[in-house]
């Protein structure tokens, strides 16, 4: 089984609908992220937290909101989608002992109409 | 602003050939810097890289900090075609008000034809 799981996997919605990504995962990690890739413009942080009450706002957190449920669950919120939040949405978790090596969930494919 | 830069940000070769990916950055307190690379889906670890000099060898797959020049290379040998992804580079920072930061570059896109 995947030790990083997002679900879904692909969705489309459409402008000012409210969507969740979710991520879980089985490594025991203290730290989640959430990312967004974009063509030509790589990684970029959205939101990271590095235990269930510490919530961090990343390089683009604009339109977006996070709850870390749990120590396993960490869930990306879009309370209003817009186009141009189209992307491929990564989660990651890292362990605190372990530096920064982060391992990566299969991503999510989002497409606002 | 931290930055990563990574260089060239596409490449065509031919299988055997040897490739070098370049990586430099500027970042507030380094921590270390990452490989990964990405296919058709997630990003996999590579290498954590944290000292200047030492080299780290995966197989065919080798990589190498100077933290004097503030950069990084990714060489591939007797390249493959199972070789051909996006290669990214990113950099662990500490400092300001987040007290953590991990950059991104763009990435490389290597191709590799038969």
């Known amino acids: 089984d995947a030790d990083v799981t997002q679900t879904p996997r692909n969705r489309i919605t459409k402008t000012g609908k409210r969507i969740m990504l979710e991520c879980s995962q089985t490594?025991?990690?203290?730290?989640m992220y959430w990312y967004r890739q974009d063509p030509g413009l790589g990684l970029r942080l959205i939101y990271y937290s590095f235990d269930v009450k510490d919530i961090n706002k990343g390089e683009i957190s604009d339109g977006y909101s996070v709850s870390r449920q749990a120590q396993a669950k960490f869930s990306l919120s879009l309370e209003s989608a817009i186009p141009n939040q189209t992307a491929l949405y990564f989660c990651?978790?890292?362990?605190?002992?372990?530096?920064?090596?982060?391992?990566f969930g299969p991503g999510t494919r989002l497409l606002v109409l | 602003e931290d930055k990563v830069v990574q260089s060239p940000l596409s490449l065509v070769v031919h299988e055997g050939d040897t490739v070098t990916l370049n990586c430099s950055y500027e970042v507030t307190n380094f921590r270390s810097l990452l490989w990964y690379k990405q296919e058709k889906k997630a990003p996999t670890f590579l290498f954590m890289l944290?000292?200047?000099?030492i080299e780290k060898k995966s197989g065919r797959l080798s990589s190498i900090l100077d933290k004097k020049e503030l950069f990084s290379i990714l060489n591939i040998t007797a390249t493959q075609t199972g070789d051909s992804a996006i290669y990214l580079c990113?950099?662990?920072?500490?400092?300001?008000?987040?007290?953590?930061?991990?950059?991104f570059g763009k990435g490389t896109l290597l191709t590799v034809n038969p």
């Open positions: 990651a978790t890292s362990d605190r002992g372990q530096g920064e090596t982060q391992y």
């Open positions: 490594k025991g990690h203290d730290r």
């Open positions: 990113a950099v662990e920072g500490r400092g300001g008000g987040s007290n953590y930061k991990l950059t």
């Open positions: 944290t000292s200047s000099g």
